[in-house]
């Protein structure tokens, strides 16, 4: 039977509506005949790939010391696991509850994770994407505290009533076994003892466990005559309790920050009670409270004293003082402070086993933001150089940049610049968290991710093959003021004292140069170089950017110019642009593409400014309402004329222009470099001071669009019309029919693009242009009149004029790219990156020169009789244009009851397609040119500002967002790429042989000294125990098995893991089945003694003595 591909009639249905709703005007032939379409829907699937960061809100973390893999849990119910550098795993629990705890199966490839929600949850780590095999779900009572001992396949939980429950972690069922507290404290206590707070057995008699309840009261429990051995009492509240690895002793911690030591036979005092950090009276009372200790563990070492590590415990006269982890080893007391408070630590000892000397190594401390790793052996405690990428919050994200297939010599060159900057006084010894293997995955084209940060600072992360390293990290505040304090934390939130905070990043990886623009409106431009430079005296340039009407506040008599930076490895340039202070920099939009000629163009709500980045002049200086000239659709006037008005910027001529730029700028190609560089030193310490008050206001405007923003989002959809009138701030989505001039006066630029192309109709060859897109769907042209190369460049200007032409869409203009005849992506003119530090020969300048491609005059342009089409995407629909003609050719409304944030027009299999993220949750894609839906998937709605600021699409079919303020998610849209993900990903579990139980030695084997053992299955079992309370708890079956990995990827790797588990499958079916005709056999032969017995009872018998 021939299979049926629904994709295939879907791409028919969308391409017949793409076809009825483009339009396509007369005359004008569809480059369909010309351009093939080599995209379909086949070649899209979203999937999330993996997820990079901190795990936000850590709250529990659990190790396996054979596998060497670390879990941390958090309070949003997902798990994230570590392996070696490479080798992270993420998984979410369905029921998004808080993780309270986890335990490892330690060698088993098996974890149990305890949530707030009483469940527990059985993880399979022996497949790449880990999975749930069972829940248990309880329903009387709520889980405190999880205990399971090394080699154990039962699993003690304890719960708010104080009773222990004993679980099967194979079958995931109740034992009939139940320690019910008031059998265990019996006559010791005459209230309630509280909740669970500690479970574990002795490490040298499994047959005894120690329950420690909240009240100060712990029991030892015997579990063989089910009764309580010894009951111990204190007066403090307990926290934790650790045992000697003899078991003859155990510590507990408690809320007054001391510590007790209690001998196992001597339940009556402890042996000892001390008091770490606690201050000892003259009179020889008792020392006085400190803060709890919230954690203790007793580790022993062989040759050497022990050590107990605990933290909290601190003196409450400390105000102010950091977290801090105590290490008590011998008479040395060592005491860490830690940048945030403590959430957990785990120390990692050289064996599994409880019974033997642990020899501690190094201390695992999970931190609210950090993950730290102790070592142990060294004087000093020094850390270890973490090697996952979990500073990404070092300072909020503001904003993020993904570049998919950059330059194969862009990642060595960043790291060897990056290098230089690693810090030193770390642990000489390798990451102790080793375990898991690296992916095969056939992806390998370079991926760079940059993040902007509020401090001002930017992070370029190689994220080549689904992994995240960091490359280098530049500062852009050191021109304004010295670094923060080092004893200040950084926020996870955006405040108003964060005036260096990045906004926009635009990058071209070919040319290295790099545009960064601030909250502050000051925009900085910097050049890659391989070597430190420090540059005492940069260009500044100050540009206002005011149109005054009367519903604004007049500008005021400060400017606030912005600074270029010089930073070990790019050399700088600077330009810098002006808002009002009255309106929010957040809507200005620029920056997005590469820069021709080394022009310079940005644009905010009030207006857009041109410079030459070579001759360091203003080219434009207009507000958007000026751009059009006598073409405005509106018929707008200014309701007040300007107080201060700039001659050199406006489209007029450029050598009236010139002159008054020179008087005011002292630009260095007018012969008075020495007077700017004077200028520039004054205005320097004024313009620190202003950018700090100013910046205040604008960062308090931010932080109220993002209030409007998060209430906009949380109305229905039929409401959110309605807003838009009252808020522009945000969504600046408005049809092109709306005459309000009260709206248009504030329309702002939203995107720009350099490009060589048609500007007018009758054009019949191309010229370096500008198109500029507005809030209000408004594209505009504005021509570049380019002066030849060489020397020429350095002293002719740029003649700046409009073209006249304008187009218009429904919604703000998003994004804008140009496609040559064959249907091809043109990219934006560049030059080529070179060093700009070093004397090179004249020959090679020459040479440098003749392969440079740049834009020239249109008077010297070749013809160009080829036709090129514009692709413009806004807020509501996109638009394919016919260069130039300028007939829409195809036309599609992307979303008519929501908005596009973000599209990007990127490259896949070898084609090119629309990518857009809208404000309703959607994914979609379209192709190129005719705008034929390929993908339309509900997948993430838009709840937070985060999700908009930092959402970005890339080529071969990926993209990311910040999913949470220390968290990366990238997923892929491409087909291709989720199939081979599962190559890609590493395994967490590898074959590894669990180390030999220590030696008993003769004499502890002769007199029974060494550790007894207990046959749990005999106690616990149904057979002895009985059946548990149904309705106590209730099982749960997970999709961990066969059945989740059918909906894993399906390349080869899939194969072998769904191959891999049916074999265990069927061995532990073949296992089962083995036992039971045993089992049957022992019946039968059983049953054949009965009846032989009952043969010869009966033999002799006549039939009436029965």
């Known amino acids: 039977m021939k299979k049926f591909n629904i994709r295939k009639v879907l791409d028919g249905l969308t391409a017949a509506a793409a076809a009825s709703s483009s339009s396509s005007q007369p005359g004008q032939r569809p480059p369909d005949s010309d351009i093939v379409e080599t995209l379909c829907s086949e070649h899209f699937q979203l999937c999330k790939t993996v997820r990079h960061g901190f795990p936000y809100q850590p709250s529990a973390m659990a190790f396996d010391p054979v596998q060497k893999i670390l879990a941390i849990g958090t309070q949003t119910g997902s798990l994230r696991l570590f392996g070696r550098p490479g080798v992270e795993c993420y998984c979410q629990h369905d029921s998004a509850a808080g993780v309270i705890q986890l335990q490892f199966l330690i060698n088993e490839g098996a974890l149990v994770s305890a949530l707030a929600d009483d469940t527990l949850h059985l993880w399979n780590l022996r497949q790449k994407r880990p999975a749930i095999l069972h829940s248990l779900k309880f329903n009387k009572e709520r889980i405190t505290f999880c205990h399971l001992p090394f080699q154990s396949k039962w699993l003690y939980v304890g719960t708010e009533r104080g009773n222990v429950h004993i679980v099967n972690v194979e079958s995931f069922t109740l034992s009939g076994y139940v320690i019910m507290w008031n059998k265990a404290i019996e006559l010791s206590s005459k209230t309630h003892p509280g909740l669970i707070v500690h479970i574990s057995d002795n490490p040298m008699d499994e047959g005894k466990l120690l329950i420690g309840f909240e009240s100060g009261t712990l029991v030892l429990w015997d579990l063989k005559s089910k009764k309580g051995e010894y009951r111990y009492s204190y007066d403090e509240a307990i926290h934790s309790v650790a045992w000697h690895h003899e078991g003859k002793q155990f510590v507990c911690s408690h809320s007054d920050g001391s510590l007790t030591i209690w001998n196992v036979k001597s339940p009556i005092r402890p042996a000892q009670i001390i008091t770490p950090h606690g201050k000892l009276p003259k009179d020889g009372k008792k020392p006085e409270s400190c803060k709890p200790i919230l954690k203790v563990e007793y580790r022993t070492c062989k040759s050497g004293d022990p050590f107990i590590i605990f933290s909290g415990g601190l003196s409450y006269d400390t105000v102010g003082r950091r977290p801090c982890l105590t290490v008590m080893h011998g008479k040395s007391t060592a005491v860490l402070e830690m940048d945030y408070p403590i959430v957990d630590f785990l120390t990692l000892c050289e064996t599994p086993y409880p019974s033997d000397f642990q020899e501690p190594y190094a201390v695992v401390v999970l931190l609210e933001k950090d993950l730290v790793v102790v070592d142990l052996g060294q004087n000093g405690y020094p850390i270890f150089e973490n090697p996952y990428p979990l500073d990404i919050h070092e300072s909020p994200v503001t904003c993020c940049e993904y570049f998919a297939d950059c330059p194969v010599d862009l990642i060595p060159a960043l790291y060897s610049v990056g290098a230089k900057q690693k810090r030193q006084g770390y642990s000489k010894k ?55 304090n080092k004893e200040e934390k950084p926020n996870t939130d955006i405040v108003d004292e964060d005036p260096y905070a990045i906004q926009i990043i635009t990058w071209c990886p070919e040319s290295r140069m790099l545009c960064v623009a601030g909250v502050s409106a000051h925009v900085i431009v910097y050049k890659f170089s391989r070597q430190e430079v420090t540059t005492e005296a940069i260009q500044m340039l100050e540009i206002r950017l005011h149109y005054e009407i009367n519903d604004l506040e007049s500008p005021d008599t400060d400017q606030i110019p912005t600074l270029g930076t010089s930073c070990p490895g790019p050399n700088s340039q600077t330009a810098n642009s002006q808002s009002h202070p009255s309106t929010s920099s957040s809507s200005s939009d620029g920056l997005r593409d590469n820069v021709p000629c080394l022009n310079l163009v940005f644009g905010n709500c009030n207006g857009i400014a041109m410079v030459d980045y070579i001759q360091k002049t203003v080219l434009l200086n207009l507000g958007t309402i000026e751009l059009y000239g006598s073409n405005d659709p509106y018929q707008r006037q200014p309701k007040s004329p300007r107080k201060t008005r700039q001659t050199s910027g406006g489209l007029c001529d450029i050598n009236e222009g010139s002159t008054t730029l020179d008087d005011r700028c002292k630009s260095p190609t007018s012969g008075s470099a020495s007077s700017c560089n004077s200028e520039d030193e004054q205005k320097l310490p004024n313009f620190i001071e202003r950018v700090k008050n100013k910046s205040r206001k604008f960062s308090k405007t931010v932080v109220s669009d993002i209030a409007k923003m998060s209430r906009k989002l949380s109305l229905p959809t039929e409401l959110k019309p309605d807003l838009d009138v009252r808020d522009n701030s945000f969504s600046r989505s408005r049809s092109s029919s709306v005459t309000s001039i009260d709206k248009e006066s504030r329309e702002a630029i939203t995107a720009l693009h350099f490009c060589e192309t048609y500007t007018r109709k009758a054009d019949t060859c191309t010229s370096p242009c500008l198109w500029v897109g507005t809030t209000l769907g408004t594209v505009l042209v504005i021509v570049l009149n380019l002066p030849p190369g060489g020397e020429q460049r350095l002293t002719q200007p740029v003649i700046v004029s409009p073209s006249g032409t304008i187009l218009r869409l429904k919604g703000a203009i998003l994004r804008m790219a140009f496609l040559d005849t064959t249907g091809s992506l043109i990219n934006p003119a560049h030059e080529p990156w070179r060093e700009p530090n070093v004397q090179e020969e004249k020959d090679d300048k020459d040479k440098c020169r003749k392969l440079r491609p740049v834009s020239v005059s249109p008077s010297s342009s070749q013809e160009i009789n080829e036709t090129q089409y514009t692709v413009i995407c806004s807020e509501k629909q996109a638009k394919v244009i016919s260069l130039p003609s300028q007939n829409c050719i195809y036309k599609h409304n992307i979303t008519e009851t929501s908005f596009v944030l973000r599209a990007d027009i990127v490259g896949l299999n070898g084609s090119i397609c629309l990518a857009c993220f809208c404000a309703n949750g959607h994914i979609m894609t379209f192709s190129l040119p005719s705008l034929r839906p390929l993908l339309d998937v509900n997948y993430l709605p838009l709840t937070d500002m985060r999700i908009a600021r930092t959402f970005c699409f890339t080529n071969n079919g990926q993209a990311l967002y910040l999913v949470s303020p220390t968290e990366i998610q990238r997923i892929t849209y491409s087909q291709g790429t989720c199939e081979n993900l599962q190559e890609m990903l590493g395994e967490l579990f590898t074959p590894v042989e669990t180390p030999e139980a220590p030696n008993r030695g003769f004499f502890k084997g002769l007199f029974g000294g060494g550790a007894q053992s207990l046959d749990r299955e005999e106690l616990f079992g149904e057979s002895a125990a009985g059946k548990p309370s149904r309705s106590l708890a209730q099982h749960i079956p997970g999709t961990g098995g066969i059945e989740g990995v059918k909906g894993a990827a399906s390349g080869v790797a899939g194969e072998l893991a769904r191959a891999r588990i049916a074999l265990d499958e069927r061995g532990q079916k073949l296992s089962e089945l083995e036992e039971r005709t045993a089992a049957m056999m022992y019946s039968a032969d059983t049953f054949s003694k009965h009846a032989h017995e009952m043969m010869l009872k009966c033999k002799d018998k006549k039939w009436y003595q029965f």
């Open 430 to 484: 390798e990451w102790p968290i080793n375990g898991g293997n690296w992916g095969l995955g056939t992806q390998s084209y370079p991926e760079i991710i940059i993040t902007g940060h509020a401090d001002g600072s930017l992070k370029f992360w190689d994220a080549s093959a689904i992994t995240l390293q960091v490359l280098y990290k530049m500062k852009t505040s050191k021109v304004f003021e010295k670094s923060r």
